[in-house]
T-cell receptor, first 115, second 111 residues
Framework: GAVVSQHPSWVICKSGTSVKIECRSLDFQATTMFWYRQFPKQSLMLMATSNEGSKATYEQGVEKDKFLINHASLTLSTLTVTSAHPEDSSFYIC???????????FGSGTRLTVV | ELKVEQNPLFLSMQEGKNYTIYCNYSTTSDRLYWYRQDPGKSLESLFVLLSNGAVKQEGRLMASLDTKARLSTLHITAAVHDLSATYFCAVGTSGTYKYIFGTGTRLKVLA
């Protein structure tokens, strides 16, 4: 089945540093990927739509300069949290639609803790 | 703007009982999904519903869609402990690839 691989699974970083999260579609091509953020015991909030070869589309209220998204190939999208602060600590999940009719496939998620 | 609401938010039920989770959405949509999330894990796709009147079943779970009422239901039959998880519906925004998640329903099945 379609697999979306996300790395790292968890990361702890110091305030002020940047963290890169990778999302790869392993057995299909994805022109579009989605990045979500989930706080504990809450729903998923769409942050941005990553478009291969073009700029990402950010949702209202999401700082594009803070959450840099790059979709350089048909199988890889990256999310970089720049100058991370404790309030950026969250569970970040990517997803893509493999075209199988089974709905979107999600990565395993990245738990970011900023100390 | 598309809004998606689920109820109940929390559900504690005895094994063997039946219950229904509801997902209401505010604007026209052309697709609806149900997902399961276990604590600390990512999401697992359960159902994709693409047309009015669509009904899908897998094991003890059955999902349906009424596009006219803008309502989807996830029915649990004879619940077992393994069904304990958080269930989300997600509704697609017509004409785009985007979809918005419901608030989620945390289900706990008691032995």
């Amino acid at each position: 089945g379609a697999v979306v691989s996300q790395h790292p699974s968890w990361v702890i970083c110091k305030s002020g540093t940047s963290v890169k999260i990778e999302c790869r579609s392993l057995d299909f091509q994805a022109t579009t990927m989605f990045w979500y953020r989930q706080f504990p015991k809450q729903s998923l909030m769409l942050m941005a739509t990553s478009n291969e070869g073009s700029k990402a589309t950010y949702e209202q209220g999401v700082e594009k300069d803070k959450f840099l998204i790059n979709h350089a190939s048909l199988t890889l999208s990256t999310l970089t949290v720049t100058s991370a602060h404790p309030e950026d600590s969250s569970f970040y999940i990517c997803s893509a639609e493999p075209g199988t009719g089974a709905g979107y496939t999600f990565g395993s998620g990245t738990r970011l803790t900023v100390v | 703007e598309l809004k998606v609401e689920q109820n109940p938010l929390f559900l504690s039920m005895q094994e063997g009982k039946n219950y229904t989770i509801y997902c209401n959405y505010s604007t026209t949509s052309d697709r609806l999904y149900w997902y399961r999330q276990d604590p600390g894990k990512s999401l697992e796709s359960l159902f994709v519903l693409l047309s009015n009147g669509a009904v899908k079943q897998e094991g003890r779970l059955m999902a349906s869609l009424d596009t006219k009422a803008r309502l989807s239901t996830l029915h649990i039959t004879a619940a077992v402990h393994d069904l304990s998880a958080t269930y989300f519906c997600a509704v697609g925004t017509s004409g785009t690839y985007k979809y918005i998640f419901g608030t989620g329903t945390r289900l706990k099945v008691l032995a």
